[in-house]
């Protein structure tokens, strides 16, 4: 029923920036975290960058000082900026949503969006 749109993807030079954006069907506000991870041809999904309902951010090391979370808990959407971006940020970049379930006990789920291709070209 949650749903995650990604969007903002597409191909870009070494150096170039994008912006991707994750409409919510959610209240992002009520989440405990809003994340973007990202996932390589070949490769494991990783955590690219995490904001918590508070806003506090982290970020993975191959992309700190160049990828910005942000957040529009009013338009209940999550942004990622990239900047300066490297061929080896090629993904597809997936929205992540932590909520809390509250059932017989309060757990926490994750939901995951489609997906939007990022292409960085040398």
């Known amino acids: 029923q949650v749903q995650l749109v990604e969007s903002g993807g597409g191909l870009v030079q070494a150096g170039g920036s994008l912006r991707l954006s994750c409409a919510a069907s959610l209240s992002i506000a009520s989440t405990n975290s809003m994340a973007w991870y990202r996932q390589a041809p070949g490769k494991q999904r990783e955590l690219v960058a995490r904001?918590?309902?508070?806003?506090?951010?982290n970020y993975a090391d191959a992309v700190k000082g160049r990828f910005t979370i942000s957040k529009d808990n009013a338009k209940n959407t999550v942004y990622l900026q990239m900047n300066s971006l490297k061929p080896e940020d090629t993904a597809v970049y997936y929205c992540?949503?932590?909520?809390?379930?509250?059932?017989?006990?309060?757990?926490?789920?994750?939901?995951w969006g489609q997906g939007t291709q990022v292409t960085v070209s040398s």
């Open positions: 904001i918590t309902r508070g806003g506090s951010t």
């Open positions: 992540n949503a932590n909520a809390d379930v509250r059932r017989t006990v309060t757990i926490s789920a994750n939901y």
